[in-house]
């Protein structure tokens, strides 16, 4: 019962994160999953901390999509190739994921945690919606959004097919990864990027977990626990993100994940010894 208490609040923390910051915000879902609700204790937790947390942003990506097609934020033609392509690589890559032991992946996932906290923290554009600069930069790339010529479409399947593989490796929505090759694949307006993004992380979560799931390393309870979380720490995250410093918090969040990061090498490293 209290795992799945801490579950909840743990998908708070991760739709806060989300809200607050965007892309990258789900990177600590792992190791909340495995430190915080204490799954690092049993068998196999690296490969259950990921099946599950997988497919609970697949869960929740498909969610927020809806908003974004009632919007008419969504690319269908685009989004379709890249996630039908790159849910290929996703399964290619979950199951990479899955013969790699335990120790090892979480160790290569908590060194990707520091490189995109520092890429987040650090180098990101933080620039707040509905300023003149990011108008700016939008109506700018919608200029130059190019026809979906065949050229065009190759490009996004490549994009796609490696960002997928990626995704599934490390069991992560990949957000982060997928808007801005949309964006530089497509051309797409940064709007409707992040509109498009959310059918890919949708798909690439939920091919993950449910890979994850045949090779009983999912559990079904707690992802659904961890969008119920999500859900109401998003709403949060979304209302403060308006208020508060962008960059301010971007770099705040990207040290967090940077020292979380530190921390999961030093416990796969002693555990290691």
């Known amino acids: 019962m209290l795992q799945y208490i801490l579950s909840v609040i743990s998908g708070v923390v991760v739709g806060f994160s989300l809200g607050l910051i965007g892309g990258g915000g789900s990177i600590l879902a792992v190791p909340l999953l495995l430190y915080f609700v204490g799954l690092s204790s049993i068998p196999n937790a690296a490969h259950i901390a990921l099946g599950t947390t997988d497919l609970a942003v697949g869960m929740n990506a498909y969610i927020n999509s809806y908003m ?3 919007k008419r934020n969504v690319s269908p033609k ?10 290929v690589g ?6 990479l994921g899955h013969i790699t032991p335990g120790g090892r992946l979480l160790l290569y996932f908590a060194i990707a945690m520091i490189v995109l906290g520092v890429y987040i923290g650090f180098f ?5 919606a509905g300023t003149h600069e990011e108008v700016s930069r939008v109506v700018e790339a919608y200029s130059r959004c190019p026809k979906l010529t065949a050229k065009v479409a190759s490009l996004v399947a490549i994009f796609g097919f490696v960002v997928g593989l990626i995704s599934g490796y490390f069991g992560i ?5 997928i808007v801005p090759a949309l964006m530089f694949s497509s051309g797409l307006c940064i709007t409707r990027a992040i509109g498009t993004s959310l059918l890919s992380v949708g798909t690439f ?3 993950g977990g449910l890979e994850y799931a045949v090779y009983g390393d999912t559990l079904f309870i707690i992802s659904l626990l961890y969008v119920l979380g999500g859900v109401g720490g998003g709403f949060l995250g979304t209302s403060l993100a308006v208020k508060a410093p962008k960059k301010t918090l971007q770099r705040a969040y990207g040290i967090i994940i940077v020292l979380v990061g530190i921390y999961m090498i030093f416990k796969v490293l002693h555990l290691s010894l």
Do not use: P
Not at 78 to 87: D, E, R
């Open 205 to 207: 979560g939920m091919a």
């Open 68 to 70: 974004h097609l009632k």
């Open 173 to 177: 929505g990949g957000g982060f990864l």
């Open 90 to 95: 996703a399964l290619l890559g979950t199951y």
């Open 78 to 87: 685009v989004g379709g190739i890249f996630a039908g392509v790159g849910v």
């Open 124 to 128: 990101r554009n933080a620039a707040k």
